[in-house]
């Protein structure tokens, strides 16, 4: 089941990086974390932009697949509160633009993160919609990839790790880049969050007094 709304709620007060610390103590070794994926849109300047959502992926593959082409269009049945997650063979053709953002915001989506390239990045800025990505491009996906799977599970492009991100599966992102915390370990996860990031606080007050790192770390973490 896709993280409820209490859920959700409850993450927005924390950070990829509380995330991660959480993940990291319940021994995943890189924390959730999405290498290569880095905020785009709104432009960092504009403020603290932060995604959080159940994920709806979309499977892009190169077009000589054999795999049969997704029979409708993916951009049509974003759920409301959903950040659409979208993998991308390497190409240098682009696999999103500002159309599909404007589409994408009618539906109330609360981002998009491309492992893959996008384009219209004005457009995108202009429609102040979150958009993450590996990298930019210009030409469109047409001719290069097709869709062939919606709410698949999806393998992250990379060249070490595997990393897998279920449909569901929780996305945040933010100034640091992307987390994703698996739907079984929501729930674990959270009480994690609450309780290092009270410790981080109060070593941050210390150390601001002039206490040691060490000495803020011995007496606040646990
Ligand atoms: O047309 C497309 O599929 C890609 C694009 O540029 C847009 O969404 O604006
Ligand atoms: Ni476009």
Redesign the pocket.
């Known amino acids: 089941m896709p993280a409820s709304q209490d859920i959700l709620s409850a993450l927005q007060e924390y950070t990829t990086c509380d995330v991660s610390d959480a993940l990291c103590s319940l021994g995943f070794p890189h924390g959730g974390f999405l290498p290569g994926l880095k905020l785009w849109s709104p432009e960092p300047q504009q403020g603290s932009t932060k995604i959080i959502g159940p994920a709806y992926t979309v499977k892009y593959v190169p077009v000589d697949d054999p795999a049969p082409k997704h029979a409708s269009h993916y951009i049509d049945s974003v759920p409301e509160g959903a950040i659409i997650f979208i993998s991308s063979p390497k190409t240098p053709n ?1 696999v ?5 953002s404007t589409r994408a915001q009618a539906s109330r989506a609360a981002g998009t993160i491309v492992d893959g390239r996008f ?2 990045l004005q457009e995108q800025r202009a429609l102040n919609y979150p958009v993450f990505a590996r990298d930019v491009g210009t030409a ?2 047409y001719g290069a990839v097709k869709v062939v799977g919606v709410n698949v599970p999806i393998q992250l492009q990379s060249d070490g790790q595997e990393l897998t991100i279920n449909p569901g599966d929780c996305l945040v992102g933010d100034l640091n880049g992307v987390v994703v915390l698996p739907q079984d370990q929501v729930k674990k996860a959270l009480p994690l969050m609450a309780k290092q990031g009270e410790a981080d606080a109060k070593m941050a007050v210390a150390i601001k007094e002039g206490m040691p790192f060490t000495e803020a770390s011995r007496k606040f973490r646990i």
């Open positions: 682009a999103y633009g500002g159309l599909m384009r219209d469109p996906p």
